[in-house]
């Protein structure tokens, strides 16, 4: 195993570190427990947005700490999820007296503890709401969940729901609007190649010369069949199609596209992929009104790259448009 | 090879007709020759800033193609130079009547090809200065160099002289600020895994398990030596050494440090990068002022990082803070 590291169990601790001395005007990285807050936290009146769950997936969460999406975000060990103990102190930090909103992709031990978590917070007087994200369309229950996964529409769910809190609705509002986003938004992914766990030491799977993996989880977990190589458009169709059929969409909506790397993957393969999927959505009578590509929900250094398809309606376009200023995500400020 | 491709020979144009379907609204994408403009170039009385380069180091140099960068970028095949048939057109495009200045870095063929459109553009009357980035301290010449290469230090020329030719410097003076940044800039890189150029097939260079190579290139060609694998704060504490012996920094110096991915490097880890990175430089009396971390001139899918390490003054402190607006670098618009 070859990573730019230091020692595999210390990864977290002084990546995060790193990541709040480049980041220091917009973040407070608190340590023992670990989390993440902005740096104005917590923001009088507006309801606080948290978010969490495994590390290795970075950006995802706390590159998106920061004004117009999340005001806390807490880390857990490589692909293992954060504590109730680091949960309940990132909520109580960001409560502006409007209360919080818990986004929780679906793994059960995320879920867990985000409940323990939002049960503790509300026993000291935090009110409290849970946006789940499940928009894997891969696999229904899993090695880490039952039912599907939540992956690339984690970060969509927390821009929008972070405008709408940054706009100044209540804290039903918010969460209503989060999901309102899980609800119109599905996900595929795939590998190319596996990652390392740094504790691990070993690639999680093994992948043949010729082979790769359709529906893969963001933690190298199996998803619906490993078949054989193929070109950026035959894999582009293939995701596309499953989260088509999914998404059930109608002629002429708009949609948030949204092509995300791996982590191991350039820049320029992602365009490839991106290219083909506009391509085929404009030509089966959807409009593609806003766009992301780049990596933003990772599997530390995995190759491959997931598609995500959000149904847009105009209040999602106002608030995907609203300014925001974190590490990962900036416009407009 | 596993790549997101189709065809290795169309990747190049693939990627960026996928590039403009993402960012249509911001660029305009030139085929036949291929070149890329902003969508409102030229932009009437400013000085056109042009760059490029061989592919492949995505979101290098198209992805700084917009207000406050770049006005044309012109990228060649995977690893070479773009040439004269393009740079010409791409010049001439986004000349709005003040001259256009070429940012170009020091490899043998940029510098030949841009040379020669120069004169050709000057000849069709477009008054042309250009700015030659030679940043990296690993080695004197190269497999492709007369002189030191020009890397990371590319893409702090390409913002800080595109903010003076926002604020309307004339084209004197835009190349002025874009050779004073590049006389103050110095970086070094480093590789952990090679990366497989489409149309080869095979790896450019191969390390063993244990081996890592110190000041590499951005094509992955050879750089000072290879040496058994070191921690990230073994591996920081050489590269930033060769950078500020050369630097020669004083007390209390102010610096833009920035820590780049070579593509196929987590995030996780160049933080931890730039954990021991900013934490020697406040130990040796430096202030660490402005900072970019993540992949923003890479090879490929290499494994590695790079470290430049930029001598601030005020203005090009007020030039890298005022706004962009491009597909990989946005603030305050």
């Not at 790397?261 to 806003?290: D, H, N």
Request: charged share 20%; net charge negative.
């Amino acid at each position: 195993m070859k990573k730019l590291i230091n020692d595999p169990r210390a990864v977290v601790d002084e990546s995060v570190e790193g990541f709040g001395l480049a980041y220091g005007d917009l973040v407070t990285v608190h340590t023992d427990p670990l989390f993440i807050t902005r740096a104005d936290a917590p923001v009088k009146g507006k309801v606080g947005l948290v978010s969490g769950g495994g590390s290795g997936h970075e950006p995802l969460h706390a590159g998106y700490v920061g004004k117009g999406m999340l005001d806390a975000a807490v880390p857990g060990a490589v692909f293992t999820s954060p504590t109730p103990d680091q949960i309940i102190p990132a909520t109580l930090a960001v409560d502006g007296g409007a209360g919080v909103v818990h986004i929780v992709k679906n793994y059960t031990g995320d879920v867990l503890n985000f409940e323990t978590a939002a049960e503790m917070a509300q026993a000291e007087g935090v009110e409290v709401r849970t946006v789940l994200v499940n928009d894997d369309v891969a696999v229904e229950d899993s090695l880490y969940t039952a039912g599907r996964r939540g992956v690339g529409g984690t970060v969509l769910v927390e821009k929008i729901a972070g405008a709408a809190a940054d706009r100044g609705d209540n804290l039903d509002a918010v969460a209503a609007i989060g999901s309102r986003v899980n609800a119109n938004v599905r996900s595929m992914g795939m590998a190319l190649a596996a990652c390392t766990v740094p504790h691990a030491g070993v690639p999680s799977f093994e992948l043949a010369e010729d082979e790769i993996e359709i529906g893969i989880g963001i933690h190298g977990e199996p998803g619906r069949h490993r078949i054989p190589m193929e070109n950026a458009d035959g894999i582009t169709d293939r995701l596309l199609e499953a989260i088509l059929t999914d998404l059930s969409l109608n002629q002429g909506e708009k949609v948030l596209l949204f092509v995300n790397g791996m982590g191991g993957t350039p820049l320029s393969e992602l365009y490839i992929v991106y290219r083909r999927a506009a391509k085929v959505l404009a030509e089966k009578g959807f409009t593609v009104e806003r766009s992301l590509v780049g990596n933003y929900i990772t599997a530390i250094e995995m190759q491959g790259c997931s598609i995500t398809v959000l149904r847009l309606d105009d209040e999602m376009i106002q608030l995907w448009d609203a300014p925001v200023h974190t590490p990962a995500l900036r416009w407009g400020i």
